[in-house]
């Protein structure tokens, strides 16, 4: 890791700070409400919320992953920590195995310290950065091993990679651990959120949260001498067929809301898997966006003014996010160069 950026949440383990801001989340599990879906259960007590998670992580895997955005993975690889389970229900999860089948994840509870055991492994086997995948849901136990590692000599930048539906106190509580969010921003209207993700109010908290992201970090991505992001907020926008994100109205809101010069991911990885490949009732999504509907998506980041980000190229994009994928070309092109 180049030597020129050294991640905030050092300067708090060393003050006391990071001691303090996650025995605060953890005092929010008592009475959980650390995503907007405020189950009021007892995780300490290992009581299960709705998430079907409790007082321990869910790892359900971690590696060096190369699939990534470009300035994420680098030569070597971000280092992948997989949550189990989710506080959404989406009936497109291309992960669905892993986020919504709370059964058989149960086996992957570990605790605190192991989690930390991982990151360190992750940083030894040389990854850029500890890249956490749905954290929403554990971001206590996610901060509590980050202060473990970071007095066993942790020193990479921690990616947040979320479903963006979280909570704007616990992201309060965040500023200065995370260096990097990667959150999506899955619709632009909340009705598709409940039909098609399951939760209330998605657009609303998404956005109240991208708010919160954006006060932290500011619309500047920060990188090292070697390319690499070291902080900074990039926002993913998944193309679904017929225009069910929602993509334009998202753009418009990124940009009057926040700065045309936030980074933006456009993906083409969608498939129907999970219940929209099988359920009548979400026929809207029962097959792959069309490469007309991929090419005006990707017309809108130039027609809007969007300067920042990546957009992975149509063909091939689908299997990006698996986490058994380990493709080391990264199907990614720097927005820039299609303007």
Known sequence: MAAEYRPHYLALYESG???????ALEKMLLSCNICPLDCGNNRIENQIARCF????PIVSSYTKHFGEEPAIVGTRGAGLIFFGNCNLRCVYCQNYQISQAHKGQIKNEVTHERLADMMLELQTRGCHNINFVSPTHFAPQMARAVLVAAGRGLHLPIVYNTNAYDSVEVLR????????????????DSTEGYAYSKVPNY????????????????????????????RGLVVRLLVLPNDIA???ESLEWIRDCLSPRV??????????????????????????????????????????????GWMQEYDGASHYYRPDFDDRETPFKDVRDFQ
């Open 203 to 230: 657009t609303e908290h998404a956005r109240a949260a991208l708010k919160e992201m954006y006060r932290q970090t500011g619309d500047e991505l920060v990188f090292g001498d070697d390319g690499l992001l070291r």
């Open 263 to 308: 980074a933006v991911s456009l993906m083409a990885q969608y498939y129907a898997t999970n219940k929209a490949a099988s359920e009548e009732r979400y026929t809207l999504l029962s097959r792959r966006i069309s490469e007309s509907e991929w090419l005006r998506a990707v017309s809108l980041l130039d027609e809007l003014g969007m300067e920042e």
């Open 17 to 23: 700070e990071l001691e303090e801001r996650v025995q």
């Open 173 to 188: 509580r965040l500023d200065g651990v995370v260096d990097i969010y990667l959150p999506d921003l899955k619709y632009a």
């Open 53 to 56: 998670s409790g007082r321990l």
């Open 246 to 248: 929602g993509i334009r």
